[in-house]
């Protein structure tokens, strides 16, 4: 289960730290993600943690503005995000991904 919080209502240029809970599965070993959806608009990705070497990523929309992070010791993932402007209006959601270990995929020319 995961469970979403620190949602609210905020002037342009503020600050918002969502967090997210989670129960029930390994945290450590899930790639955590933070994804939004605003009325009208199409699901957007907008962040992801890493579960072996923290690793981010961001969209172009939030990078410089939001920062998402994990604390395993709480089975936490948070996005810090900062600088919010009106088009950060949505539903913001947490996923926990299970990440497996890969294929090599190689085109060659």
């Known amino acids: 289960d995961l469970v979403e919080s620190g949602g609210g209502l905020v002037q342009a240029g503020g600050s918002l730290r969502l967090s997210c809970v989670a129960s029930?599965?390994?945290?450590?070993?899930?790639?955590m993600g933070w994804f939004r959806q605003a009325p009208g608009k199409e699901r957007e990705g907008i962040s992801s943690?890493?579960?072996?070497?923290?690793?981010?990523v961001y969209a172009d929309s939030v990078k410089g503005r939001f920062t998402i992070s994990r604390d395993n010791a709480k089975n936490t993932a948070y996005l810090q995000m900062n600088d919010l402007k009106p088009e950060d209006t949505a539903v913001y959601y947490c996923?926990?991904?299970?990440r497996g270990q890969g294929t090599q995929v190689t085109v060659s020319s």
């Open positions: 996923a926990a991904t299970l």
């Open positions: 029930g599965l390994p945290f450590k070993d899930y790639v």
């Open positions: 943690i890493n579960s072996d070497d923290d690793a981010t």
